[in-house]
């Protein structure tokens, strides 16, 4: 359920924005709108975005100590991440701009609000993908492939919620992707820590984005958008717990894979107890709960590049 302070937003916000955000607060006014279209406001969606490329570059250091953590290529992943996370919501609010006319969380956004135009949202979409093009150029031409080939996991995303009861499944396949590109950005090519990572990313993000796609559960009924939320009903923090449990699964396996030992999985354990607080405190009825879950995974790709930097020094 969403909060019902965040469905009267002050004139120009947006609803599931936090209050005071810096965009409100510094952006010029001509930006705002852009901004709040790219999600700038609300930049969790950047970090998840970003983790699995930092958990990919950490595996492939523990796999080759004297490699080292390539901080270059955080650095050039994290603005990727800003730019290709901003392009995806772009894209998605021009898909979704009849549907997000009709749900209170969603129907203050620039498009369905009249702030921005389809055609401009349109020419931003573009300038991000391109500027975010010139920094997956800067890696080695297996990564820059793989890359591209993630577009087509973007392009296909915002339409799922009306033909599949997944859509959270594809968004996996898509924000998970950073686990191959930070790992093949060091290696040249794709190995079995890598893919590891990725299943148990995928999994990760369709428990996060279940939590999240609670918030709307009731007005998706209404205009029948689909969704894991949906789909679990009243068994969604126990089918959640599941996808959590074996994210972390993999991941260990992953590590270990790469070479990781009793560090990294003493570390990692970090990361499993946020997954597990957020299962066993979620409840629905209470006013941004949800949502509080949600942005704590934040914290679980912090401790988990934290956990493999750690096995990498030690």
Known sequence: MSNPEQNHPTPGTVADAQSGNWVDRYAPDWLKPYARLARWDRPIGIWLLFWPCTWGLGLAAVANPLLGFDWIAAIL??????????????FNDIVDRDIDMKVARTRSRPIPSGQVTSRDALAFLVAQALLGSVILFQFNRFTVWAGVASLVLVAIYPFMKRVTWWPQAFLGLAFSYGALVGWSSQTGGIAMPALLAYLGTILWVIGYDTIYALQDIEDDALIGVKSTARLFGDHARVIVSGFYAGAYVLWLAAGTVAGGGIIFALFSLVAAGILAWQVWTLDVDKPGNALLRFKANHYVGIALVLAL????VW
């Open 77 to 90: 992943m994290f603005f990727g991440a800003l730019l290709m996370r901003g392009a995806g919501c772009t």
């Open 309 to 312: 930097l750690a096995e990498w």
